[in-house]
């Protein structure tokens, strides 16, 4: 696969995955041509309706049951349908760490073969911690390239944002001047799409579910009326509003993580096997126009794993049949 | 008017054998030390209690790498780094158990890493703390 390809995010979550289908900002207003202009002045393209899917938190290299069938079963998936997204965005957590010599970067090369068979135009994706967090992102950035940047598609602004290299969970005051400059560009109206690893937003801080200048970041996109945050980290599905802002999480593609207002630990719930893909699944997003401008709208797609359910099936998969 | 001497003279007196020092300690009076070592993936001791209004002064050490002490509603925040002890006053107002994280991330085991604080209600009440 191609580094430009690559760039270009699908997003597709195993467990969760998100669909986001994302309609521009009717460009009928002076205002609306001039966004449309803009938006389309880097890469030449025109507002339009399209649709783009959210992976997260594959962590290939980890050693549970389900290995990389959760994120192949999610390919399979994105390659079934009948009209392809035009994106595909990871949230971060490519890979599981490791410290044995070379075997990250062998992590990082299965990610991209995996993620390679996915018959979208473009794919993108940003670091989590466990991609990132012990070397600063060097890794990262030789395989992916760069952790934080922006690109325009069919009439929306799309902003990815490191919260994970800097090894605390933050983004940082170099990068958030970034973003300021990045957005200063725009009306109030530009239909904007951050997607990020960590929450912007004290989710659970005790579980480090949190990003230090969440609130810095938050504020930058306060003026925008039409910003849709995507992240992963979590392990479970998950809806804030900050302001006019919506912010999604996605499931993970390995295991999940319970409620943490239901419990006080954070444990990983435990694999089942005559359900291996429960609390996975995908997310779908559908955008629509009104009056206002862009809509977004979130959904779960349930994983279809009826061939591959049942002990039975399931042993001949499992890397450990006897778990 | 003598009276009214002898009772100014008293409290002055009584003011000066209870100085507090900026941070509401008895001036005389050192915070009780708790050493906390952190290593990958833990932190040890894995609970320390604590009373409510207690001054503790806790030493942070490694082990190895860089970790993160976070326990927010007390207000620490800090790094522990190699070869550096860091210390950390503080004077809990609230009851309850807190989450200490590491949020310096240290490897795969990093999400696991914590240990718990707990305040409990003593005799320490009326100190003030930060």
């Known amino acids: 696969m191609d580094r430009r390809r690559f760039l270009t995010v699908s997003s597709v979550s195993l467990g969760v995955g998100a669909l986001h289908t994302m309609a521009p900002l009717l460009t009928g207003s002076a205002e609306g041509a001039e966004l449309a202009r803009l938006l389309g002045h880097e890469n030449g393209e025109r507002p339009a309706p399209f649709r783009v899917f959210q992976l997260s938190d594959t962590h290939v290299g980890w050693d549970g049951a389900l290995g990389t069938l959760a994120f192949e079963r999610a390919v399979d998936i994105v390659n079934s349908l009948a009209q392809a997204p035009d994106l595909v965005l990871f949230t971060g957590d490519l890979t599981h760490d490791t410290e044995k010599p070379g075997e990250h970067a062998e992590r990082m090369k299965r990610f991209r073969e995996i993620a390679g068979r996915l018959k979208v135009p473009k794919i993108y994706q940003v670091p989590g911690e466990h991609d990132a967090g012990l070397d600063g992102g060097e890794l990262y950035r030789s395989v992916f390239g760069a952790t934080f940047y922006s690109f325009d598609h069919k009439g929306f602004h799309f902003v990815a944002l490191d919260n994970v290299s800097r090894a605390k969970p933050e983004v940082g005051l170099e990068q958030r001047a970034w973003l300021a400059k990045d957005l200063a560009r725009f009306p109030r109206t530009a239909p904007i799409v951050v997607f990020t690893h960590r929450p912007l937003f004290d989710l659970r801080p005790d579980w480090e579910w949190f990003t230090r200048d969440g609130d810095e970041v938050m504020s930058l996109l306060a003026p925008y009326e039409n910003v849709t945050v995507l992240y992963g980290h979590i392990h479970r599905e998950h809806e804030q509003a900050i302001g006019s802002a919506r912010l999604f999480a996605a499931r993970s593609l390995c295991f999940a993580f319970p409620d943490p207002q239901l419990v006080a630990d954070k444990k990983a719930i435990p694999f089942d096997k005559a359900e291996p893909f429960k609390n996975l699944g995908i997310r779908q997003v559908r955008a629509s126009l009104g009056s206002r401008g862009a809509a977004v709208e979130v959904s779960e797609v349930s994983l279809d794993a009826r061939e591959l359910s049942g002990t039975e099936g399931f042993n001949q998969l499992l890397k450990n049949p006897s778990l | ?130």
């Open chain 2, 1 to 130: 008017m003598h009276s009214h001497i002898r009772l100014t003279a008293a409290l002055v007196l009584s003011a000066a054998a209870f100085t507090m020092d900026d941070r509401g300690v008895r001036a005389a009076e050192e915070p009780r030390v708790i050493t906390i070592t952190a290593k990958r993936f833990e932190f040890s001791p894995k609970e320390i209690t604590i009373q409510q209004g207690e001054t503790v002064k806790l030493l942070l050490r490694t082990d190895d790498v860089t970790h993160g002490f976070f326990v927010r509603p007390l207000g620490i925040d800090e790094e522990i780094v190699p070869g550096k002890t860091t210390e950390v006053v503080v004077t809990p107002r609230t009851q309850g158990r807190y989450t200490t994280i590491c949020d310096h991330f240290c490897g795969a085991g990093h999400g696991g890493m914590k240990m718990t604080i707990v305040v409990e209600a003593g005799t320490a009440a009326g100190k003030v703390g930060p």
